[in-house]
């Protein structure tokens, strides 16, 4: 058998005590697929005492990971601390520059500073690994980067965060609340330390910024994503939604529209019987059109160690099982240099239904003026649904309040925009206005 592969895992946390627990546990069933033996020989955490469920007393410990990318006898530097700056993007640099292979799960970072370690990793022809990055244990970026190398991406999206699909089931299914259900999320090590990137829907837009690039060839461009989270979805939302016949998903999405790319991360309505609504708790799902294959749709566990462990161990196996002196794919499915500036296309531009939910004073002419609005910003309704519940009064904290609940047919953002700001301005609104994206799904 080969030289053992030598691994120096950065972060020791939820996902790194899982690698290198599994690593240690099932190192014979590796090494015999992979040819050769794979070592846990360096690591760095933050705190030297704490207990990480894996015997490491032989294994050589680094207070700094920049200090193990650059002086740890290891052949991958495994990094699996977080942050797009700092500890995360020094040791990766690092690593790259003195041409180690380089797995990461880091998401905040690529978004960050994906083409530029991709220029590094490729310059210096070595392998940048990111699968465990997007959708968990989801092999999502090797079907987009070699799967479907033939085929001509227009439409990429999904459920791509796992403590926020969990955080609306609960709040569906059992009519939790928000605060109770992201706890959990937390302690079953779903969330990001910084769980407001979950709920704001940050984590999802770095996810959907490298699929994107995927997808068309284009350079990551996180900032260019316009962003929704879910933290004013309400049960008030879910409740309408399930009267309606939709289910409530924060979706990522990135499509070739006429106007450009449109990256979009927001919650979204999704018919109740459409596969993507019936994707609950932690789990994700990914749907690819392509002109090849229609849709294609990748669904499992998108968050928590053992799930994100699996990703991160599938791609320590690839470079187990690399050849010396073979060259090395592009990161991102071509080469760094050759991915194109996106062409961001401009939301307002973006055209679907709309679920519209407005909490407005009990008095006559408030319907009409509504419709009005709508009709005047060339807005065609599917349905238009009063409701004089006890919810809209208690929301509004005034007993006479009433919910309207618009659905649209196709239409602008602009237009959708248009109309809300006129009915804001006509003074009988009790609330802000709740407006949630229709998207066609699987
Ligand atoms: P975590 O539980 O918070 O663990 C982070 C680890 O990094 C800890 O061991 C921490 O050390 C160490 N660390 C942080 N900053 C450090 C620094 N400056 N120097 C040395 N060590 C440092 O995080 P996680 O959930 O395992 O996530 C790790 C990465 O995987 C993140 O990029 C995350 O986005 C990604 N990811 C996570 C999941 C998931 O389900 N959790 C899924 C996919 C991807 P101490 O333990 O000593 O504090
Ligand atoms: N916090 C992330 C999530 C971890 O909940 O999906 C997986 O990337």
Redesign the pocket.
């Known amino acids: 058998m080969s030289d053992a592969l030598k691994l120096g895992i950065a972060g020791l946390g939820t996902v790194g005590a899982n690698v290198a627990r599994l690593i240690a546990e099932r190192g014979d069933d590796l090494a015999r697929q992979c040819g050769r033996p794979i070592r846990v020989t360096a690591v760095a955490a933050r705190d030297k005492t704490k207990d990480r469920g894996v015997d490491l007393s032989s294994v050589q410990w680094f207070d700094d990971p920049a200090a193990l990318a650059r002086d740890a006898d290891i052949d991958v530097f495994v990094e699996l601390m977080g942050g797009a700056e700092g500890a995360a993007h020094v040791s990766v640099k690092a690593a790259l520059a003195r041409g180690l292979h380089v797995v990461t799960a880091n ?1 905040a970072l690529l978004a960050a500073h994906g083409v530029e370690l991709a220029a590094l990793a490729e310059d210096k022809g070595v392998l940048l690994n990111f699968e465990a990055a997007v959708a ?1 244990g989801i092999p999502v970026i090797k079907t987009m980067r070699e799967s479907l190398s033939g085929n001509r991406v227009s439409r990429v999206y999904g459920i ?5 699909n969990y955080i609306l089931t609960r709040m569906e299914k059992e009519g939790a609340a928000f605060a109770d259900v992201l706890a959990d ?1 937390q302690s079953l090590g ?3 330390a910084d769980p407001t990137f ?1 709920i704001e829907g940050n ?1 999802t837009a770095h ?1 959907l910024s490298l699929l994107t690039a995927l997808a068309f060839g284009t350079q990551v461009a996180a900032d260019d994503i316009y962003l929704e989270g879910i933290s004013n979805i309400s049960q008030a939302d879910i409740r309408a939604a399930r009267e309606l016949g939709y289910r409530i998903k924060l979706l990522g999405v990135a499509q070739r529209t006429e106007t450009g790319i449109e990256q979009r991360v927001h919650p979204t309505m999704v018919p109740v019987n459409s596969v993507i609504a019936q994707v609950d708790g932690v789990t ?1 799902a990914v749907a690819i059109s392509t002109d090849l294959l229609g849709e294609l749709l990748l669904s499992g566990p ?2 928590g160690g053992a799930a ?1 462990a699996s990703a991160v161990i599938g791609d320590i196996a690839d470079i187990a099982k690399s050849r010396p002196g073979f060259q090395h794919g592009p990161v991102f499915g071509r080469p760094a240099a050759k991915l194109e500036a996106v062409q961001k296309a401009p939301m307002k531009a973006h055209a679907g239904g709309y679920f519209i939910r407005l909490t407005v004073e009990d008095k006559t002419g408030v319907f009409a003026s509504i419709a009005r609005a709508m009709a005047d910003m060339g807005i065609s309704l599917e349905s238009i649904v009063q409701h004089a519940g006890a919810s809209a009064g208690k929301e509004s904290g005034k007993g006479s309040a009433k919910a309207v609940i618009l659905v649209t047919h196709e239409t602008t953002e602009q237009a959708v925009r248009n109309a809300v700001a006129r009915i804001s301005k006509d003074g009988y609104l009790t609330s802000t206005p709740q407006v949630i994206r229709i998207e066609r799904a699987a």
């Open positions: 998401k968990g791509l965060n796992g403590t926020c999320a779903y969330a990001e979950d984590d996810k994700n998108g968050a994100t």
